[in-house]
């Protein structure tokens, strides 16, 4: 497999009145074509720091990140769409912010809405969409620019049980079908189990890699599925026990 | 449609047509009281007008062709006043958006500024601008630019973490961040300022016209008192009515329009 990203003893600290955090030290890891890579570790140990770093929206502190021209695209916890703009001109606000829309990303786009299920809602407004459409709509927007790796930060969390285990499905099928590869934070070991095939456990502060599970599903078992069969149990024991809750 | 929910719209007609009626109804109690009274000499018309005094005011101003022009120029002033206002409040709220240090800067000068009666100002503007319509503006816009920059400037700072860090995600640019983002955002909240600058400006140009002017519904309530012509000071009074509603309801309709425009 292809490296798409190479990170190399990455730390960071944040300089505050008080003092100096350390939110993580020495992050290294492989992101290979494909790979599905959830991180999981106590709150406030650096899960969302690391992604901004990876985004490029802040500056690690020490350690090297290779891209290998890899363009990343950044999916939040909340979806954050723009309720003065329809559906349409929310998965464009990205392309046209990098000055980089043209009638082919445009296409791109639409054909993108007309396949996962927002077909007749290109031009409603986000007040009038579920909430689950609102997440496929942010999930297009940042597929809009058409990024190799998509990172996302606990991007369901305000979701209910139900919707999550749609979207997740939802995210799953669009990600494969688009041949992207996804690093997510996330609280949830069951969605971290069921949606990757790697699970990164972060220890709490100052984090490290603490250790990394390889989680091998069929592949065409659905995450929502992946739920009900042993296996599932195993992995949610192995990496539950792992992570250091305080 | 149901019947039942005929008779639900039935209802809500019905109920909209009696408050209606009442509004109109104390109106013209309230005329008609006011007309007796003063016929009765139970109360004294000469301190207290009356509706037929006041029409005749009126119709007088009108032959000697002064009723619109002291009407223009209130409206004039104001609507200056109010244009100038929102430009100073949005231009200057985008400044301080831009530079936290300075907006820090700024500070305590905007909170003094605000808590300041502006009308204590009204000599000082006197004196460098002379007796003229740009002291009047000048007042007017004191009064309404600076409540209207901090409220804007409130706005453009209390935007949704979440969207910045989606913005800052595509660039690092911060004139995109705030055309993208942080302008378009804060045009209902620019909207909702427009009425609260329209009646600032123009208690601004009726302080204003108060102190200075030779035109004016500000001047002829001043004038009037001043002579002790009580008519034409209630005559400038129901001028001064007609026209902050009139201006109201423009905002409200402009209001109106966008919102139709966003829905
Ligand atoms: N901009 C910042 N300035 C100072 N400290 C920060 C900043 N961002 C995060 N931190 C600190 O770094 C640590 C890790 O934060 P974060 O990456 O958000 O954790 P997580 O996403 O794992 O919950 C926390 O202790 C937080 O307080
Ligand atoms: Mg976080």
Known sequence: MNNLLSIKNVSKVYHTPKGEITAIKNISLNV?????????????????????????????????????????GYMLQEDALFDWLNVLDNCLIGLKIKGKLNEERKKYVINLLNKYGLKDFIYSYPRNLS???????????????????????????ALDFQSRLNISNDVYNILKAEHKTLIIVTHDISEAVTLCNKVVVLSKRPSQIKNIYNINFDENILPSKRRNTSLFNDYYQLVWREIDYE | MSKEHQKYLKELRKKKILIFLGQITI???????????????????????????????????????????????????????????????????????????????????????????????????????????????????LISSIVLTINIYNGFMNIDENKIKLVKSFTKSKFKLYYYLIFPSNIPTIISNLKICISMSLIGIIMGEFLVSKKGIGYLIM?????????????????????????????????????????
Request: proline content about 3%.
């Open chain 1, 32 to 72: 290979e074509e494909g790979d599905f890579i959830a991180i999981v570790g106590p709150s406030g140990c650096g899960k969302s720091t690391l992604l901004s770093i990876l985004n490029g929206q802040e500056d690690a502190s020490n350690g090297e990140i290779d891209y290998h021209h890899k363009t990343i």
């Open chain 1, 131 to 157: 909430g689950g459409m609102r997440q496929r709509v942010a999930l297009i927007r940042s597929l809009a620019i058409k990024p190799d790796i998509l990172l996302m930060d606990e991007p369901f969390s």
């Open chain 2, 27 to 141: 109106f013209i109690i309230f005329i008609i009281l006011w007309q007796l009274l003063t016929d009765m000499k139970i109360i004294d018309a000469f301190i207290v007008s009356s509706p037929k005094k006041i029409i005749m005011t009126i119709s007088n101003l009108y032959s000697n062709n002064n009723l619109f022009i002291h009407i223009e120029t209130t409206i004039y002033e104001t609507i200056i006043s109010f244009v100038v206002s929102m430009i100073i409040g949005i231009v200057i709220a985008s400044i301080l958006w831009s530079s936290q240090v300075l907006a820090k800067v700024c500070e305590p000068y905007l909170t003094i500024l605000n808590s300041l009666p502006k009308v204590a100002l009204g000599p000082i503007i006197l004196i460098w601008f002379g007796t003229t319509t740009t002291s009047i503006i000048i007042m007017a816009i």
């Open chain 2, 223 to 263: 004038y009037g008192s001043q002579v002790f012509n009580l008519d034409l000071v209630m005559t400038g009074i129901v001028l001064l009515c007609v026209v902050a509603t009139t201006l109201y309801y423009l905002i409200y309709y402009i209001e109106k329009k966008y919102e139709k425009t966003t829905h």
